[in-house]
């Protein structure tokens, strides 16, 4: 297996523009995460999906945030409009949970986004 | 909602010595905790995790600790080695009900010094 993929790794954009950023879990993994990691912030959850469903939004910042799994193999987050307090690198991740409670959650490379 | 705290946030060892990591957790319900080791400009990836049922673990060099009663749990190092060096992150869930959500400390940078 590749493991977790996200595009693009890397994204510059201009403030005020949109961003979309994509995310393919691990084939056969039923929770995808998406989570936002600063240096003042650390690791924080944005919102996790369980099979496509979105379960805890909680953590997106505000409405200029959304995600959306239409199918099992795909996820984006889209901030519209961007601004600068985004730049911040964003990781999807993907884990099967076989009853037991949370499993192992394998985190994709990350995309690192800078919106000047 | 779950708060983790974790402490030191930067710790420098000797290579050989011991380091260790701690964190405390308020929700009295988390019964997952999990760490996770980040390479610089990698991906973060577990190396250990521990359910509330157990009091500790092993696996070779690295040890994780819980105390219920307390509310945390610690991560061990033994003979450090240069690849140790990363940032470590604590982590704590409740599972009732199938819920998934981590909630993260905010990393420990360990430097193994030669």
């Known amino acids: 297996d590749a493991g977790v993929i996200q595009s693009p790794r890397h994204e510059v954009t201009e403030m005020g523009q949109e961003v979309t950023l994509r995310c393919k879990p691990i084939s056969g993994h039923d929770y995808l995460f998406w989570y936002r990691q600063t240096m003042m912030r650390g690791l924080e959850l944005l919102i996790y999906f369980n099979n496509n469903v979105p379960i805890d939004d909680s953590g997106m910042p505000e409405d200029r945030f959304s995600a959306k799994m239409p199918n099992a193999s795909f996820s984006t987050l889209k901030i519209q409009p961007s601004e600068p307090r985004d730049s911040a690198v964003y990781f999807c991740?993907?884990?099967?949970?076989?009853?037991?409670?949370?499993?192992?959650?394998?985190f994709g490379p990350g995309t690192r986004l800078t919106v000047l | 909602g779950e708060n983790v705290e974790q402490h030191p946030s930067t710790l420098s060892v000797q290579e050989g010595d011991s380091a260790v990591i701690k964190c405390t957790y308020s929700d009295s319900a988390s019964n997952y905790f999990p760490w996770y080791k980040q390479e610089l400009g990698k991906r973060p990836q577990l190396i250990i995790d521990?359910?509330?049922?157990?009091g500790e673990k092993k696996d070779q060099r690295i040890a994780v600790t819980l105390n219920k009663t307390a509310k945390h749990f610690s991560l061990h190092i033994t003979e450090t080695q240069p690849e140790d060096s990363a940032v470590y992150f604590c982590a704590a869930s409740n599972q009732a009900g199938g819920n998934e959500k981590l909630t993260f400390g905010t990393g420990t940078r360990l430097t193994i010094i030669p």
């Open positions: 991740a993907s884990s099967s949970s076989p009853g037991q409670g949370a499993s192992e959650q394998f």
């Open positions: 521990i359910r509330s049922n157990v």
